[in-house]
C-alpha cells in the first residue's frame, strides 16, 4: 500500500490507532477564519511516520470514494468530500481516524446529493447490525452522528 | 448530479494568467466560509510566484456542487520561512511554497 500522509497522522499518537481514540482536542488559535483542518503551524506533537496496513472497510471506504467521484458517476467531487470533514465540529475532527473522517463524509454526502435517503441509509445499518450480531459478531452499539 | 466536476482542468481559455513568474505577491488576509485551498498560515503574507501551473476548477465551489467556473489560474508562490512563522529558527534562505488560486492573489505593494 503506497504511503499516505494524511493531516490527520500529524496529530496521531503511536499506538492509539485502534481502539477507541486518545486524542485530546486542540483549541484552534489566531484570528477568525482558521478552519478545523487548517492546524498548520500549531502543536500537535510529532507525526507518526510507521507504516500501518489498512483495514478491509478502510480500503472499501477509498474504492467507494474512487466511485462515486469517478467521471462515470460524479456524484460529488474530491472538494465536496474536504469540504464536508472540514465542516467537522474541532471534537470530531480531532477524535477521528483518515478514513473514519472519509465514511462519515460520505454517507452524508449521498444523503445530501439525494443518492439515497437518511432513513435508508439508517435502516439499512441496522439491517447489518442485526445480521452481525445474530451471526455472533462483537457489534458497536456506537452511531456516527449525521 | 453534478456536471462537469472532476474532468480535465480547462487550460488554454483565452483569459491570460494575471501574474508571472518573478511577480510580487500578497495573499488576501480575508476569513473564509466554507471550503478553501489557502492555508491560513499564509494569508497576508508576500510571497514570490514560481510558476503559473494552468486553470482549473474553483475547487471553492467545487466543493458545493457547482461546476466550479470561471476556472482559476494556480500559481506556485514562495515565502520566505522567516516571514510566514515569527519564530521560525531555520536559516534565512529557507523557503515554503504554496500552491494558491489567483482569486487569493494581489499585487504586493
Keep these: 500500500m503506497a504511503k499516505r500522509a494524511p493531516a490527520t497522522t500529524a496529530k496521531t499518537q503511536p499506538g492509539t490507532r485502534s481502539g477507541a481514540p486518545k486524542r485530546q482536542t486542540k483549541p484552534r488559535k489566531g484570528a477568525g477564519g482558521r478552519a478545523t483542518h487548517d492546524v498548520g503551524g500549531l502543536t500537535f506533537g510529532a507525526i507518526d511516520r510507521s507504516e500501518h496496513d489498512l483495514a478491509l472497510w478502510e480500503k472499501r471506504t477509498d474504492a467507494m470514494q474512487r466511485l462515486l467521484t469517478s467521471p462515470g458517476n460524479r456524484a460529488f467531487s474530491v472538494d465536496g468530500l474536504r469540504r464536508v470533514i472540514e465542516d467537522y465540529g474541532e471534537q470530531v475532527y480531532d477524535r477521528t481516524t483518515y478514513y473514519e473522517k472519509w465514511i462519515r463524509a460520505l454517507r452524508n454526502l449521498v444523503v445530501e446529493q439525494e443518492l439515497l435517503t437518511r432513513a435508508e441509509v439508517e435502516a439499512r445499518m441496522a439491517e447489518v447490525r442485526d445480521r452481525h450480531a445474530k451471526s455472533g459478531r462483537r457489534v458497536s452499539k456506537a452511531k456516527i452522528a449525521w | ?109
Design chain 2, 1 to 109: 448530479m453534478v456536471s462537469d466536476v472532476g474532468s480535465v482542468p480547462p487550460h488554454g481559455t483565452s483569459q491570460a494568467p494575471r501574474f508571472a513568474p518573478g511577480d510580487r505577491v500578497q495573499v488576501a488576509a480575508r476569513p473564509v466560509l466554507g471550503h478553501c485551498r489557502t492555508p491560513w498560515y499564509v494569508r497576508g503574507k508576500t510571497g514570490l510566484i514560481i510558476a503559473v501551473h494552468g486553470r482549473f476548477r474553483d475547487p471553492e465551489r467545487l466543493a458545493y456542487h457547482r461546476p466550479g467556473l470561471p476556472a482559476q489560474v494556480l500559481y506556485k508562490v514562495r515565502f520566505h520561512q522567516r516571514q510566514v512563522w515569527s519564530t521560525y529558527r531555520g536559516s534565512n534562505g529557507d523557503h515554503i511554497e504554496v500552491d494558491i488560486y489567483e482569486h487569493w492573489l494581489e499585487p504586493a505593494r
